[in-house]
Structure formats: structure tokens, C-alpha cells
């Protein structure tokens, strides 16, 4: 927009020029083309009034006037292409400010939708591992359960095979050489009548 | 004499296989002893030491060991009981006495076989009974083969207790 109104004022500029210098050439040729009425002495006089009225004084002050009338649509021009530059330069700051804040509103927009988007995968990400930690603690868990009701029972039935084992070595390093066999005899005697008629069949049968 | 399961009696001093294997050895050099002073003097009379055991074998079946003859029966019933091999081995959980020995035998000759011979072992283990092995069974009658019989028992009892 600024260079379009530079190109109109050097346009003024150059167009009052080109009159000016129009109008100085038909006075030029007004003057020197008018036909001679009285002869030479017409031609003379003529140049001669001509020559008082457009003296250098004359042509001075025109250029003078010129000058003035020119520097005052430059100024003009000047002025007017100032307020013009101040207005576009406002008009554009503003647009670019609007410019400016819709995409960074947009760009604002797009980055916490995406930072939502982020947060709802990891939330979901989250969830996800949550649910299969308690999955594999449970089976962890049951397994662990499992495994130590086994070893319960397996101590237990262990225990209890070797109850006798552990009871009568206990017994045994509790009376220690306390009961003489002399003590023992009746009951040896009693247990041997027990098994009495099987060791008659086992020698009767050797 | 000829029949050993009818007269020969076995005294309870000899319990156990290494004592009537002494008893052969004995007799058997006693009898070659006598035999060989015979042929250097037939008439000489026999200044014979024999040992507690084969006194009291002597004893018991009223033997004449001069006798040649007798020697040679005793000899022959010892022959015909090592072959019988009637062998139960017996355990304890201490050293046994020979009373007690003696009082085991003399069950097993009254109640299992009057030829029989034990053999006697230490088994700490066994803690209070005895452990008795014949040719072909054993027999655990020691408190741990009691305890295993009533195990069922035991644990139930154990069980109550553990309740309580």
C-alpha cells in the first residue's frame, strides 16, 4: 500500500513538472511565432516588451513560485505519505497482533490438546500397568499361598513319618542308661512271648 | 547220648556260637591230648583241665570225659548243633549281663528251641526293649517299634494338644 502512494506522489510530482515546463515552451512560442504585423520594428518592439515583461526578474520569481508550489506538494505529499505509513504501520501491527494471537491461540489449542492426549495415554498407560501389577501380584500371591501350604503339609507328614523316630529319641536321650536291662526284663520277656509263635515258624522253617 | 533233642541238655553258660565253637576246639584237643598220653602210657592216670563251660556240659549230661567213648558223643553232639546253626540274633541298648544273658537263653531254649544259640548286640538306639532277628524276620521290639505301632495314636494325641 505505501509504495502505491510513492508511485501517485512522483506522478503529481512528475506531471506539474511537465506542465509547468508545457506552459513556459507555448508562452515561448506565442512570443517568438506571432506573425509581424508592423515588420521588423513590430518584431523589435515586441521582443522588447516581451523582453521587459519576462526580464530575469520575471523568470526568477516564476521559479521562485515553482520552487514553493513544489516543495509544497512534497510536503503535502511528504505529510499525507507520513500518516498514511502510520495508519498502514497501525492497521498492520494490529492485524499482525490479531495474526499473532489467533495462532498462538491456535498453536496453545493444538498443545494442551495434544498434552491432554499425552496425559490420557499415560493415565491409561497407568491403568493398564496398575491392572496387570495386581493380576501378577494375585497370581504371585495364590502361588506363594500355594507354595507354602505345600511346605506346610510336606513339614507336617514329614514330622508325623518321623514322629516315632523323634519321640523315641527323645525318650531314649531323656532316660539316657537311667533303666538298667535287668528293669526291662519282664518287658522284653512280654514282647518276646508276643512274637513267640513267629519265630518258631521262621526257625521251624529254615 | 545218641539222641540230642531228647537227652543232651544244653546248660545256659553256653548261649552263644563262639562258645560252642570253643567247646569243639576243647574237646577236640583234649581228645587228642588224652589219646596221645594213652599210647605213651595206657595206664597212667589222666590229670585232665577243662574249662567252666565244659564242666558244666559235663555236669548237666552227667559225662565221663575220660571215657572215650563219651568224648567222642560230645564231640559229635557239638558237630550235629554247629550244623543246626539255630542262631537268633538278639540287641540291647547297653551291655547285657550274663544273668540277664543267661535269662534270655533260657527262654529262647524253653520257648523257642532247647538247641538254640544267641548272639547279643549293642544298638544304642533302641532306648528301652530289644531288636530280635531270626534267619529270615526281624523282630523291633524296642519303644520305636511301639511308638510306630501306635503312631496313629500318638499324632492324634500330639494333634489334641496342639489344639488345646
Redesign the interface.
Known amino acids: 500500500m505505501t509504495i502505491w502512494w510513492f508511485y501517485l506522489v512522483a506522478a503529481f510530482i512528475v506531471a506539474a513538472g511537465s506542465g509547468f515546463i508545457w506552459l513556459t515552451v507555448q508562452i515561448s512560442k506565442k512570443t517568438l511565432g506571432q506573425p509581424k504585423l508592423f515588420g521588423s520594428d513590430i518584431d523589435s518592439t515586441t521582443k522588447e516588451v516581451v523582453g521587459h515583461i519576462f526580464n530575469d526578474e520575471f523568470r526568477e520569481e516564476l521559479k521562485n513560485r515553482g520552487r514553493l508550489q513544489f516543495e509544497k506538494i512534497i510536503n503535502d505529499s511528504a505529510e499525507f505519505l507520513q500518516q498514511d505509513l502510520r495508519l498502514t504501520s497501525s492497521q498492520l501491527n494490529a492485524y499482525m497482533k490479531n495474526e499473532l494471537t489467533s495462532k498462538v491461540h491456535e498453536e496453545l489449542t493444538k498443545y494442551e490438546q495434544s498434552i491432554n492426549d499425552a496425559r490420557d495415554q499415560a493415565i491409561d498407560s497407568i491403568k493398564k500397568t496398575s491392572l496387570a501389577l495386581d493380576e501378577q501380584r494375585q497370581v504371585l500371591g495364590a502361588e506363594v499361598q500355594k507354595d507354602v501350604a505345600e511346605e506346610k503339609v510336606r513339614i507336617i507328614n514329614n514330622f508325623i513319618n518321623q514322629l516315632t523316630d523323634i519321640v523315641s529319641h527323645y525318650i531314649t536321650s531323656a532316660i539316657g542308661s537311667e533303666i538298667d536291662l535287668n528293669d526291662q526284663l519282664d518287658y522284653i520277656l512280654a514282647n518276646l512271648e508276643t512274637n513267640k509263635q513267629a519265630m518258631i515258624e521262621d526257625i521251624k522253617n529254615v | 547220648m545218641s539222641d540230642s533233642k531228647k537227652y543232651f541238655k544244653l546248660p545256659l553258660s553256653v548261649s552263644q556260637p563262639v562258645d560252642l565253637n570253643r567247646l569243639i576246639h576243647e574237646l577236640t584237643q583234649l581228645n587228642e591230648d588224652i589219646n596221645q598220653k594213652t599210647i605213651r602210657n595206657p595206664n597212667i592216670k589222666q590229670d585232665i583241665n577243662i574249662s567252666a563251660k565244659m564242666t558244666d556240659v559235663l555236669k548237666a549230661n552227667n559225662i565221663d570225659i575220660t571215657a572215650k567213648e563219651h568224648r567222642d558223643s560230645l564231640l559229635n553232639v557239638f558237630n550235629r548243633l554247629n550244623e543246626r ?2 542262631v ?1 540274633n538278639i540287641s ?3 551291655e ?2 550274663p ?2 544273658i543267661a ?2 537263653t533260657e ?2 531254649r524253653n ?3 532247647p538247641y ?1 544259640f544267641i548272639v547279643v548286640g549293642i544298638n ?7 531288636i ?1 532277628r ?4 526281624v ?1 523291633d ?4 517299634g511301639g ?2 505301632g501306635t ?1 496313629k495314636l ?2 492324634s494325641r ?1 494333634r489334641e494338644l496342639d489344639k488345646v
Not at chain 2, 544304642?124 to 530289644?130: L, S
Not at chain 2, 521290639?141 to 520305636?144: T, V
Open positions: 546253626d539255630r537268633i540291647f541298648a547297653s547285657a549281663s544273668e540277664f535269662k534270655i527262654w529262647f520257648e523257642i528251641d538254640c544304642p538306639t533302641i532306648g528301652v526293649g530289644c530280635a531270626t534267619t529270615n524276620r523282630f521290639m524296642s519303644l520305636k511308638l510306630s503312631r500318638l499324632t500330639i
